[in-house]
């Protein structure tokens, strides 16, 4: 079975500390992404990457950072969390191509800021 | 970027058919339509895809309106298990971001 896994469901930090949100997909896909969803606004692209070491830019990419050093992991990191960075994120991958329209997503990493 | 309009909520009768209606008139000729869905605590699962023609699958159909502007996710007996909130979507044309809207949040009756 297919799978993408985000390392935490749940996570408390505070102001100021760093965070590492980890996504690992056993499907080879070229394709990962990380969104943050919140009531209201739906879900909105933070960052994606279409291959190792590439990444780009998705609508909300300000106070993140991310890395993809492997095919199948992709990090989003939160330099300095602060409290709007509360949500849920969720992290997805797909195979490029346009023949193959589907996003697998793991079942997001809620993160609350104090 | 060509945006997606839905109900935000909907209601059915279990063993019941369900149309969810989706609004995308300004969509491009080569955006593909895409359907997700989210179950309470979990993160979305695609149901279907298409790009002009009407599309079946063992999970639902999609109906396709002839000048793409609109699309139909039919679910033709509704569970209880297929409450969720349902995400229509377009592909934009880099093929790799997905415009995601606020979705229909289905609820279905015993």
């Known amino acids: 079975d297919v799978k993408v896994t985000q390392s935490s469901r749940y996570l408390v930090k505070r102001t100021g500390e760093k965070v590492f949100l980890e996504c690992v997909q056993d499907?080879?896909?070229?394709?990962m992404f990380w969104y943050r969803q919140d009531p209201g606004l739906g879900l909105r692209l933070i960052y994606f990457s279409y291959d190792v070491k590439m990444k780009e830019k998705g609508d909300i990419p300000e106070g993140y950072s991310v890395s993809r050093e492997k095919k199948e992991r992709f990090s989003l990191i939160l330099e300095s969390a602060s409290t709007n960075q509360t949500s849920m994120y969720l992290c997805?991958?797909?195979?490029?191509?346009?023949?193959?329209?589907?996003?697998?997503f793991g079942e997001g990493s809620r993160l609350t800021v104090l | 970027d060509a945006k997606t309009t839905q109900p935000n909520s909907m209601e059915s009768n279990e063993e019941e058919p369900v149309h969810l209606p989706c609004n995308h008139s300004?969509?491009?000729?080569?955006?593909?339509i895409h359907w997700y869905r989210q179950l309470p605590s979990q993160g979305p699962e695609y149901v279907i895809h298409?790009?002009?023609?009407?599309v079946n699958n063992r999970m639902a159909s999609l109906a396709i309106a002839e000048d793409r502007k609109s699309s139909t996710l039919i679910l033709h007996r509704a569970t209880l298990r297929d409450a969720a909130v349902y995400y229509c979507?377009?592909?934009?044309?880099?093929?790799?971001?997905?415009?995601w809207g606020l979705g229909t949040s289905l609820a279905v009756n015993p």
């Open positions: 997805a991958s797909r195979r490029t191509g346009w023949s193959t329209g589907e996003l697998f």
């Open positions: 298409g790009l002009t023609s009407n």
């Open positions: 300004t969509i491009s000729g080569t955006d593909y």
């Open positions: 979507i377009l592909r934009a044309g880099n093929n790799r971001k997905l415009i």
């Open positions: 499907m080879d896909h070229e394709n």
